[in-house]
């Protein structure tokens, strides 16, 4: 099988959680794409380089608990939003039914995901620090 392929044609079933424990979700379907998105608001919404998030147009969300948590977050004027715990502030999987789309964030998921990213997008709005951070020294914990 080919790195599109496994990427493209992934069947998922996952769980997920926030930080603080208070939401947990089950997430069943195929995630199409996984980007990584250097666009600004990505970058204010995460407060780092950008995020990591999973796209489907057949997966279902099932909260297991603390959908009395979600925070939903839209920026007017533009498709922009994002799911959130209004406790801790993780971001949490979103779907968009008029456009026929769940958007999860990769870091929120408690099992191991086969599958890698598959590409950078609006590295045109990249932070001017976010060059060749690969080639930084590497730890695997705090140093010090």
């Given at each position: ?114 599958m890698r990213a598959e590409a ?25």
């Open positions: 099988m080919s790195h599109t392929e496994q990427t493209t044609h992934q069947t998922n079933h996952h769980t997920g959680s926030c930080l603080c424990g208070g939401v947990a979700f089950e997430i069943s379907g195929t995630f199409e794409h996984f980007f990584l998105c250097h666009c600004q608001r990505c970058r204010k919404a995460s407060g780092t380089a950008h995020t990591a998030n999973l796209f489907s147009t057949t997966a279902s969300v099932v909260w297991l608990s603390g959908e009395d948590l979600l925070c939903h977050y839209h920026v007017p004027e533009s498709r922009h939003a994002r799911c959130f715990c209004k406790i801790c502030g993780s971001a949490l999987p979103l779907a968009k039914p008029e456009l026929g789309l769940v958007l999860v964030p990769a870091g929120c998921l408690d099992t191991p995901l086969a950078h997008i609006f590295t045109g709005s990249r932070a001017e620090w976010d060059d060749d951070l690969a080639a930084l020294p590497q730890f695997e914990a705090l140093p010090g």
